[in-house]
Every structure is written in C-alpha cells, then in structure tokens.
C-alpha cells in the first residue's frame, strides 16, 4: 500500500476510535448505571411543564440566504488554497490573477450587502 | 504523543499496525486528559478566580479532582432517552461530534516525527473535519424532539456556516506565505525563517500574520459555540441548546468534544502563528525535538487557549443578528484584504 493511501487509512482507524470509546464508554456506564424507568422520565423537558405540540416544532430560519452565500463563498475558497501553496513560482501573474478572483468575489459580497442579504430579517 | 516521539528517538523499527496502536492508545488518552486539564485550569479555576470565587475546593488538592468526580457522577446516571426521540439519531449525535475532535488530533503535529499522520494537505483536512461536528450538533438538536435542542441546533449550524469561511480565509495568509498545507512543514518554513537576515528565533508568522490570528481566534470561538458566541447552547434562555435532552456520558461526550476540540484548535493556531514545536537552538530535523517538541506544545496551546478562554469569560453574548453581521460584514472583508496584502508582499517583497 503506497504512503499516500496509508496515511488516509490511519485516518479511518482513528474515526473508528472515536466510535469505539463511545460504545466502550456507553457499555461501561450500562453495567453500572440504575435502571428504573418511569413514564414521566420520557417526556421531552420543556422548562418543567408538559410539553405543547410537536417537538419538531415550526420555527423560521432567518438564514438561508446566509446559507445560499456560504455555499458559493465556501466552495471559492477552496480555488484559493491551492493557488496560495504555488504563488512563490506564479509570481505577478498568479497575483494579478488572484486578485481578479478576489475582486469578483468582494464584488459579489457588496452585491448581497447592498441588496440587504446581510440585513436580519 | 511523547511515546510516539520516542520510537524514532530510540530508531525502534515498528510495523504499521505496531504503531498505530500506540498512536491509539496516544490519542486515546490525549483527548480526554485535554479536556480535564482545560477544564480545570480555564473553566473551573480560571474563571472563578476572575469572578472573584474560589470554585471547587473540595475533590482533592484545590479541587482538582473535581471534573473526575463530575464523570464518576455520570458514570451513575440512568441512560434516558426521550419518548418521541428519533432513536438512532440522538444515539449516534454525540459519537459524530466525537469523531471531529479525533481526526484533529490526526494532523496536530508535536514534533518532526511526532504525528500521527503528516497529510500533505494536513490543515485543509483539519479545517474539513472541524465542520464535521456541525453535522452531530445538527443531529442531536433535531434527533430530541424538544424545541429548545430544535433551535439550538439549527442555531449552532447558522453560527458554523458564518464564522467556518473566516477560519478558513484566516488561515490563507500562512499559507501563502509558507507555500504548503502540511502542518510539519509551515512549523520548518517558521523554523528555517529569518528575521531580517538574523535566524535566531526563526520567524513565527504571528508578525506578519496578526490580523490573520485575530480573525482565527475568534473564528474558533464561534466554532466551538463559547461565549461571546454560544446562542446555540445558551443556558438562560434555551437551557442548553441541542445538549438538554442529554444524560449521563452522552452529556459528557459533548464537554469532551468541545474542550478536546478547544486543544486541538489552540494546537494549530500555536502551530500556524507561533512556530509550532520548534525551539531556537535545535536542528529542525533533530530528533530532540520529539521529545521537547510537545512540551513546548503543550505550553504554547494553553497560552492560547487563555487566550481563547478569558474571551469567553469577559464577553457578553452576542445577539444572533450581531454575529452574522459580524462575521459578514467584518471578518470576512477582513480576511479577504489579509489574503491580497499578503500576497502582495510574497511576491513583491
């Protein structure tokens, strides 16, 4: 197996960890823990009084322009990274280059702001 | 880590498996011991002391047994699982909040040899595998059914996507300036920088770099939802967030995501900005500085995490329209220009 795809391997085994020592942790806790269920221990705590309604209640998410923007934002930072790594032999060009890219970005950022995308609604 | 270090100090020859086992066993110890020790020193003690309190002085010297006995107190508590709870979605929340903080641990180097595994895109991966976590916040806040973890949940994912593109463009500037995403070798680049013609110290990029750190310091404290950002957890008015339906070690597995998460951070902010494992005097490939690389680690991740934590303890909270103002009018224009000006002095300077 190549260095390459050894290293990702370990990264597995070690996400796999994680997930043991919950289960080792969880199966410790189940020998020694009480277990005395009782109806009202199950209801959902909503500061002490019974519960109204559903629990996935209906609520507004004031965020999903905030969203939209992260997407397209985030996906662009990724074009960065690798030009920030080569930019020593690009030189002016890559900088120029960079520059373009960040400007359409900022431009973009602008836009939304003056279209009140940022604005709490 | 230390042990991992000493294999090649001694030039023990391991198989593969040989040492991943111990890396394992390493790591496995690390995080909890990570999350004790910040818990103790920063939550516990440092923030009584700046309330003008003593805090837990009873378990053990000055209380320092306190969080131990926090866990054998969780250890007892019965495994409850609320009655209109999806089941399978509040069971595996916390083990995926967990998985993020381990595969942080992967890339945090602690000396030249001292990694677990050096990935040549080593910080692209951590900044991926930190917002991994997002996913668990979102799954335990939607997998209780209550409506404070609802909102809590959904609250903490508005809080990520806002405050993950600063920490990602923060870090930009180091690596233009050092030239690659592998942890090891931006802590050489510093090594092997001079300033001014004088190498002494090497160059820590925090000089360079300071507006870089600022925006990752704060970019990290929204990440793992502390004070002066923790609308999502929030105790006085959601009682916890998406964390209210939890009991016993499921409760627990989260206090130990976010302070191993809060190590792990400081670690790469201390690796990105302060010159990582290095010590002025030493080769940069020497194998000492396996063995004193991760003490003086250790010592540069809790200035930072005080740092990290006297924000959280001095700070009111921010209102949710407050912060994703903040993070996108401020911090993102910010780091945007960071990225240009930085580039502009690689190339012309």
């Known amino acids: 197996m190549s260095d390459f795809l050894r290293s990702y391997l370990t990264v597995g085994i070690f996400a796999l960890l994680a997930v043991i020592m919950v289960a080792l942790m969880l199966t410790l806790a189940s020998v020694l823990r009480p277990e005395r269920p009782q109806k009202q221990k199950y209801i959902s705590y909503e500061s002490g009084v019974d519960p109204v309604g559903e629990g996935w209640s209906q609520s507004r998410l004031r965020y999903y322009l905030f969203g939209l923007l992260f997407v397209m934002f985030d996906v662009e930072a990724v074009f960065i990274f690798p030009w920030a790594t080569r930019l020593e032999t690009y030189g002016v060009f890559g900088l120029v280059e960079m520059a373009i890219f960040i400007f359409i970005l900022a431009l973009g950022l602008f836009y939304a702001w003056r279209k009140r995308v940022l604005q709490w609604v | 880590m230390s042990a991992a270090a000493s294999l090649s100090v001694f030039a023990v020859e391991l198989a593969y498996w040989q040492q991943t ?81 381990f595969l942080l641990y992967v890339v945090l180097p602690m000396g030249p040899d001292a990694v ?73 680049a510093q090594a092997t920088g001079e300033l001014f ?105 809790m200035a930072v995490s005080a740092l990290i934590f006297w924000f959280r303890f001095t700070f009111p909270r921010l209102r949710e329209d407050q912060l994703q103002k903040f993070a996108w009018k401020v911090l993102i224009p910010l780091s945007l220009l960071n990225i240009v000006m930085t580039g502009i002095f690689k190339v012309f300077v």
């Open chain 2, 197 to 301: 013609g004088w190498g002494g110290i090497g160059f820590p990029f925090i000089l360079t770099q300071f507006v870089g750190f600022a925006i990752f310091l704060v970019a990290v404290q929204a990440e793992l939802t502390q004070p002066p950002f923790d609308m999502p957890v929030a105790e006085s008015e959601l009682v916890g967030g998406y964390q209210v339906e939890y009991t016993g070690f499921r409760f627990l597995f989260f206090f130990m995501a976010e302070f191993g998460t809060a190590f792990a951070f400081a670690g790469i902010a201390s690796v990105l900005f302060l010159g990582g494992w290095y010590v002025p005097g030493f080769d940069v490939d020497s194998n000492w500085l396996n063995l004193v690389g991760p003490i003086v680690m250790f010592v540069k991740i």
């Open chain 2, 21 to 101: 086992a111990i890396k394992l066993v390493v790591v496995a110890i690390v995080i909890p011991t990570a999350a004790l020790i910040l818990g103790y020193v920063f939550l516990l003690k440092m923030m009584s002391f700046m309330q003008s309190r003593l805090g837990p002085m009873e378990a053990g010297p000055h209380g320092s047994l306190q969080l131990l006995a926090d866990g054998l107190k969780f250890l007892q508590k019965e495994d409850v699982f609320p009655r209109r709870a999806d089941r399978a979605v509040f069971a595996l929340a916390p083990a995926v909040v967990l998985i993020s903080t």
């Open chain 2, 116 to 188: 677990v595994s050096g990935l040549d895109a080593g910080l692209f991966f951590a900044l991926a595998v930190a917002s991994l976590s997002v996913i668990g916040v979102l799954m335990a806040g939607w997998g209780s059914a209550n409506k404070y973890a609802l909102m809590g949940g959904m609250r903490a994912a508005g809080q990520l996507i806002a405050y993950e593109l600063p920490l990602v463009l923060a870090v930009m500037g180091v690596v233009i300036q050092a030239g690659t995403l592998d942890l090891n070798k931006i802590v050489v």
